[in-house]
């Protein structure tokens, strides 16, 4: 039986690179992205799981990496708002955010963008009220919400 | 945030995760982590030893006994419950209130197993599996034991699931042409319940659960006598809800007084049949 540790190695995918880490079984996962890996993209709003400022994709599916361990993650593929335009060249909901001033003072916008990208990779083509569904753990504190919408639905519309 | 220390164990069999919660003192199985991390930030719970449960696939199935009881696994998702083709045939009122509880990136993490373990008095799974008349089982070094829904919540953060022991399943009877109901209001569109009703009707019976108005769920029994002669008109329900709030003792908060909990009570528990009597097949 593996008895219970402190401290444990990780082996994750991060943004299509293979990683090892030792990390102590505390760390949130967050925490690890930032500090550890130096990913600073993930934002931390709250801290309390509420606000998806820390949003990333746990094997494929967005989640908020502020209510997670580290240790959690361990053997997942995890993708962070830095992993989206890997190339250097934004994807289309990256363009349609800057194209729809979709963002006020940017802070929510890594976990926005994870979360569009999540819907848009369920569904292609989201109505506004899908986009909004999709968005409800996602806050923005500028309240610029309308913008965030429209860009969403229209880089739907553009593939 | 920085936690406070915790020991991390990660079983590869239900066996030895039972063995780590019984060996080590202030165990604590980790499921999802969407309420256990949140309240290890805010120094509410301090567990010594966190047992992650990621790594039992067979906590993870869904499926049907020989009976035809939907077998849920204790760490099944709400996303999972929400795209299962076995809960859609069976009793798709689970995925309906999977879809509204927290956000996607809640509803990929957290189960039905944390849900009702948790036993938080505002959480959507607990009333709801009273009023379908679930059963519960719990394995332990011991062996395994099968709790109902109605002796399963003992009150707030308490279940009868005990120290050492873990939930493994949550078993659905089949809705043989019964419908299923969930009413209640929120704050905010899927947001926390102030008071929340789930209601079953099976022919000329009901069973009804309201939510939020003490520790654990609360059946509506004199309410589910009165609708026993079978009566499921808009009339005839409301008239079997009155009472039921004054059976009550709700309690007042910042989101509703006790009396508007007890009136939110009525109004819930009828919509909630109706929509469940609407349902009927039969």
Same mark, same amino acid.
């Given at each position: ?159 | ?183 209640? !209001?929120?704050? /905010? ?5 102030? =008071?929340? $009703? @789930? &209601?079953?009707?099976? %022919?000329? +019976? ?20 009165? !609708?026993?002669? /079978? ?5 005839? =329900?409301? $008239? @079997? &809800?009155?009472?039921? %709030?004054? +059976? ?35």
């Amino acid at each position: 039986m593996g008895a219970p540790v402190t401290s444990r190695s990780v082996s994750v995918e991060v943004n299509g690179e293979q990683i090892e880490f030792e990390v102590p079984t505390r760390r949130l996962l967050v925490h690890f992205l930032r500090d550890d890996l130096g990913l600073t993209g993930t934002h931390i709003g709250c801290d309390t799981g509420n606000c998806g400022a820390c949003t990333v994709h746990l094997d494929g599916e967005p989640v908020k990496s502020c209510m997670l361990l580290a240790v959690q993650a361990d053997g997942a593929k995890l993708t962070t708002v830095e992993g989206l335009a890997a190339d250097g060249e934004l994807t289309v909901l990256q363009q349609s955010f800057n194209e729809h001033h979709a963002l006020q003072c940017g802070y929510c916008t890594p976990g926005m963008l994870m979360s569009a990208t999540a819907l848009l990779a369920r569904n292609p083509r989201p109505s506004e009220e899908d986009v909004r569904y999709a968005l409800q753990g996602n806050i923005c504190r500028c309240t610029g919400y309308v913008n965030i919408v429209e860009a969403i639905v229209a880089a739907g519309n553009s593939r | 945030m920085l936690l406070r220390e915790v020991e991390y164990a990660r079983p590869a069999t239900v066996e030895e995760a039972i063995s780590l919660l019984a060996t080590y003192d202030g165990a604590r199985p980790l499921a999802g982590g969407q309420t256990l991390v949140n309240v290890m930030k805010a120094r509410a719970a301090a567990p010594d030893v966190l047992v992650d449960l990621a790594d039992l696939s067979e906590l993870r199935a869904i499926g049907f006994s020989s009976g035809g009881m939907l077998e849920i696994g204790s760490m099944v998702t709400y996303a999972q419950l929400m795209g299962s083709s076995e809960v859609d045939v069976s009793r798709p009122i689970l995925g309906e209130v999977a879809a509204t509880i927290g956000d996607v990136q809640v509803r990929n993490r957290g189960t039905i197993g944390g849900n009702v373990c948790v036993s938080d008095p505002t959480n959507h799974l607990p009333p709801l599996l009273v009023a379908l008349g679930a059963t519960f089982t719990i394995r332990g070094q011991e062996g395994e034991r099968t709790v109902p829904a109605d002796e399963f919540f003992l009150g707030v953060y308490m279940t009868a699931v005990g120290e050492g022991e873990l939930l493994t399943t949550v078993n659905v009877p089949p809705s043989s042409g019964a419908g299923d109901g969930f009413a209640g !209001l929120t704050i /905010g569109k899927h947001g926390t319940y102030v =008071v929340s $009703a @789930a &209601a079953t009707v099976a %022919g000329d +019976s009901a069973r009804i659960a309201i939510g939020c108005v003490a520790a654990s769920p609360v059946r509506a029994t004199a309410m589910e006598d009165s !609708l026993a002669g /079978g009566d499921f008109s808009e009339a005839a =329900v409301r $008239a @079997a &809800a009155e009472g039921l %709030g004054a +059976s009550l003792d709700p309690p007042s908060d910042v989101h509703g007084s006790a009396d508007y909990r007890r009136r939110l009570a009525e109004v819930s528990a009828v919509r909630a049949v109706l929509q469940a009597a609407g349902r009927r097949k039969s």
